[in-house]
């Protein structure tokens, strides 16, 4: 089986950063595409960012030009560098891949950031 574990989530003032880690184990595979979501309170839960295999990223049009996503294949880790962050930006981020078919989800990271 596999496991997403989170790690990075804190609580942060206005305009500061955030790098949050998502670090597969378990069994061994290779996910075509790792992404980024959150659920801030009374809201859906929305993607944030993805990244394919390839490289290629897309992101909200809310977190474009203060967020990267990033990914180490070798691992299977997918990163994500959040700057310049706003109280919106509060939630539960949750890591997801795709493995043996199904959607792999991490146990989910709190961001809290203050104004």
């Known amino acids: 089986q596999v496991q997403l574990v989170e790690s990075g989530g804190g609580l942060v003032q206005a305009g500061e950063s955030l790098r949050l880690s998502c670090v597969a184990s378990?069994?061994?595979?290779?996910?075509?595409?790792m992404a980024w979501y959150r659920q801030a309170p009374g809201n859906q839960r929305e993607l944030v960012a993805k990244?394919?295999?390839?490289?290629?990223?897309d992101y909200a049009n809310s977190v474009k030009d203060r967020f990267t996503i990033s990914r180490d294949a070798r691992r299977v880790a997918v990163y994500l560098q959040m700057n310049s962050l706003k109280p919106d930006d509060t939630g539960v981020y949750y890591c997801?891949?795709?493995?043996?078919?199904?959607?792999?989800w991490g146990q989910g990271a709190q961001v809290t950031v203050s104004s």
């Open positions: 990244i394919t295999a390839g490289g290629s990223t």
């Open positions: 997801s891949a795709d493995a043996y078919g199904r959607q792999v």
């Open positions: 378990g069994s061994p595979f290779s996910p075509k595409v």
